[in-house]
């Protein structure tokens, strides 16, 4: 197990992230699509699966260092795109497109609300231990 933060889903990816990491099924030796269930994408040799992963970059939505795979796991029965900055999900790309400038922009909000509470906090640093 990889000790990364679970902030986002498998889905959404940064350049830094390098490729997908493919697993393998070890009776069959095939390999699964990390964004799609088996039940779906069956699991298939390695260029196959590949050229697969390729048709979902192409549909992907790319937002600063984001690259959002349609995801096709059990979190809904429809495909659909996770959000990086909050838990939800849209089955519908152009509604996605539209919330997720305005959640970036709330998770900036967020952001700075916290930095601010973290420079207050050590304004005052024996407010936690009292008596
Ligand atoms: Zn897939
Ligand atoms: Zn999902
Ligand atoms: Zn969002």
Same mark, same amino acid.
């Given at each position: 197990?990889? $000790? &990364? ?5 498998? %889905? ?7 490729? #997908? @990491? =493919? ?19 069956? $699991? &298939? ?5 590949? %050229? ?7 549909? #992907? @939505? =790319? ?69």
């Amino acid at each position: 197990m990889e $000790p &990364r933060a679970k902030m986002t889903h498998v %889905t959404v990816r940064k350049a830094a992230d390098g490729r #997908a @990491v =493919l697993s393998q099924c070890l009776k069959s030796q095939l390999y699964y699509c990390p964004f799609c269930q088996p039940s779906i994408f069956k $699991p &298939r040799d390695y260029a196959s699966v590949m %050229t697969h992963i390729e048709s979902h970059r192409l549909k #992907a @939505v =790319l937002h600063r260092e984001f690259t959002i795979f349609i995801c096709h796991l059990e979190c809904r029965t429809a495909k659909h795109f996770h959000c990086p900055y909050c838990p939800k999900t849209y089955v519908n790309r152009r509604d996605f497109t539209k919330h997720i400038p305005q959640s970036d922009q709330q998770f900036e909000v967020v952001r700075l609300l916290m930095a601010y509470i973290l420079e207050l906090m050590d304004q005052y640093p024996g407010s936690g231990s009292s008596t």
